[in-house]
């Protein structure tokens, strides 16, 4: 862990600058991310005041894109998200795991989930069985566009 006097150093009138990340502090957020770690966690880890955690996580390059300290949170997340994912449809195809296939149906891939608009009810008609139109007209309001 590394200690508070190696990432900050104290700026004229006693505040604490911004830190340096080096490499290894971007590989252990990588690390902790992966793991599921929240972010007051790795925070701690790498002996940052919360503000300056707010300061690195905003800093943005010179074209907006992520801070080196957002980037290696969001490696480390899809990292573990990854790993999940893996081992879910590892237990589907080799297990025969039903309830892993249902996972990740319902929550990697969106199977089932509709398009969203829950404004209108949803409804589903089933037929069993070749209605005449008589009957199926009974079924359902059709409007005859020949007539």
Known sequence: MPSNNQLTKKEPGGALALPDLEP???????????EGNREHTIRRALSLTPSQWKRLKEA????????????ALE????????????FMKDKMKNEGDFKAAEWLASN????????????????????????????????????????
Do not use: C, W
């Open 75 to 86: 490696e480390g997340r899809a990292d573990g998200a990854g790993e999940i994912v893996a």
């Open 60 to 71: 943005d390059g010179e074209d907006g894109d992520l801070s080196p300290l957002q980037l």
């Open 24 to 34: 290894r502090h971007l590989e252990l957020v990588r690390m902790l991310a992966a």
């Open 108 to 147: 990697i891939f969106q199977i089932n989930k509709g398009d969203g608009n829950t404004d209108q009810p949803r409804v589903q008609i089933f037929i069993n069985a070749a209605l005449s139109p008589e009957e199926y007209s009974r079924v359902i309001n059709i409007n005859d566009r020949d007539a």
